[in-house]
């Protein structure tokens, strides 16, 4: 088993009952290719990729539960998230995997999960994960 798996299956752990996850770090730090793992291990069926110009891709499991991945990296206001009705998503049930919520701050829900990504001075990475219930 990865590194990656590894960190993805306790993060899962962490998580099950939290289905808002906010991804934040610095472009090219790993968020998306840690949510690809994160939905693999779920047992999503599709391509997972990061949606940055459609804003959110839906992802079905084997099992049939819904997984939405969102990228705000290319967002103006919080206006536009409203627009594709982010609080429907976020009250789904479903994973919400957030990429950029520094860009939605004041919409995030209650209770949510916000991990934070950094590279260390040596260039590795480092996961800061806290769950916030309000």
Not at 89 to 101: H, L, Q, T
Not at 104 to 119: G, Q
Not at 122 to 130: A, C, D, E, I
Request: proline share 4%.
């Amino acid at each position: 088993m990865s590194e990656l798996d590894t960190v993805a299956a306790s993060l899962l752990r962490i998580g099950e009952n939290v289905p808002v996850w906010l991804f934040s770090g610095s472009m090219g730090v790993g968020k998306t290719t840690l949510i690809k793992k994160l939905c693999e291990l779920l047992g999503v069926k599709s391509i997972v990729q990061s949606p940055t110009f459609s804003l959110v891709n839906e992802y079905i499991t084997q099992k049939g539960v819904l997984v939405y991945h969102f990228d705000f990296y290319r967002i103006r206001s919080e206006i536009e998230a409203l627009d594709i009705g982010i609080e429907e998503y976020f009250d789904s049930g479903g994973f919400c995997f957030v990429e950029w919520p520094e860009k939605i701050e004041s919409l995030w829900p209650y209770p949510h999960l916000l991990i934070t990504m950094d590279m260390d001075e040596n260039g590795h990475r480092v996961l800061v994960v806290t769950e916030e219930k309000q």
